[in-house]
């Protein structure tokens, strides 16, 4: 009986890609029977380096410097390649960092609109022949009217709300919520008008202040900004959880 020891090695390996003309990494599986000239050309798809133009580098898992790829006839398992190493793909053409991933970088066709506006084979055209969208006067028109009738809606709700009422909030998809209304108007960050309030408990999302300017005072997480017509004002008490009892 043979006493030797046999080794296994998987035939393929898992490696992580990197290069100097993208901030990507793309993780990649390889035979390792194939030689480094041929690795190169499969390199050569996924990063865009001419397989001539590249210097390829090897790092551990913990991307530890190993050391070069540069034997081209050698197998890529010839080197101490394990799964979740680096290689990183140096190149040497003259590409710039970036060059294949910054769309700013790329010239754009450009139409002026007055062109583009005569054009039969457009999107423009179409949705103009369709009537869709803003193109359909009938339908736009409704839309404002809605929208206008809804900002109505909000204004005289908010002119019924007081700051200091008590109140409970009723947003749908979300749980009622009890407070005091701290703030009642037009804010910064939104259009239209809004009810702060200072909830009972830290169901908010801030302390009164949004973006940088305060329009009441309350705790961090108490603080809420909603829609005038999901507010009731009324008696609503607050809760006692019964802190006191024994």
Not at 32 to 39: C, D, L, N, V
Request: include cysteine; proline fraction near 4%; aromatic fraction near 8%.
């Amino acid at each position: 009986m043979d006493g030797g020891v046999t080794v296994i090695t998987n035939p393929t390996v898992s490696v992580r890609l990197t290069s100097t003309i993208s901030s990507f990494e793309v993780n990649k599986r390889y035979n390792r029977g194939i030689t480094i000239a041929e690795f190169k050309g499969k390199l050569e798809m996924v990063v865009g380096t001419p397989a001539s133009s590249m210097e390829l580098q090897l790092f551990s898992t913990t991307d530890k410097f190993m050391q070069t790829l540069d034997d081209n006839e050698a197998l890529l398992g010839s080197y101490p390649v394990d799964d979740d190493c680096k290689i990183h793909v140096i190149d040497r053409s003259g590409a710039q960092s970036g060059e294949f991933s910054d769309l700013s970088k790329v010239e754009k066709f450009e139409i002026p609109d007055e062109v583009y506006e005569k054009r039969t084979d457009s999107v423009r055209s179409f949705m103009k022949k369709q009537r869709v969208g803003r193109f359909n006067e009938e339908e736009t028109a409704k839309k404002e009217a809605e929208l206008a009738a809804r900002e109505a809606e909000e204004e005289a709700a908010a002119a019924a709300i007081g700051v200091g009422n008590r109140c409970q909030v009723q947003v749908v998809g979300l749980p009622t919520k009890i407070g005091t209304v701290m703030y009642v108007g037009t804010v910064d960050f939104k259009p239209g008008h809004w009810v702060g309030v200072k909830y009972d408990e830290p169901l908010g999302k801030h302390d009164g202040s949004v973006k940088e300017k305060r329009y009441f005072e309350c705790e961090n997480k108490y603080g809420a900004f909603v829609r005038p017509l999901t507010v009731t004002v009324g008696d609503f008490p607050e809760e006692d959880y019964g802190l006191d009892e024994m």
